[in-house]
């Protein structure tokens, strides 16, 4: 079923807030709740081909949000 749209947003706010936080990026709020959400749905698909699935809670979704947040600013980083 998922979180629906404002639950997105909220843990994706938080989760890319804190992988900012942790990563040291200075990104504005916009940029946090994109990061959040995409890096839920790029660590979620992830971990599904590999067969582990996160429940659709709060907290299963703001961890797998920190780190896939937390992912994209490192793949980001390396780009440039």
Do not use: C, E, H
Request: charged fraction near 5%; avoid cysteine; glycine fraction near 16%.
């Amino acid at each position: 079923m998922g979180l629906g749209l404002i639950a997105s947003i909220i843990v994706g706010g938080l989760a890319g807030w804190i992988a900012s936080s942790f990563m040291k990026a200075d990104t504005g709020i916009l940029a946090n709740i994109l990061l959040g959400i995409a890096g839920a749905f790029v660590l979620n698909l992830i971990l599904s081909l590999v067969g582990i699935y996160a429940a659709n809670s709060w907290v299963p979704q703001l961890i797998v949000g920190i780190f896939g947040a937390s992912l994209l600013i490192g793949l980001a980083r390396r780009l440039r």
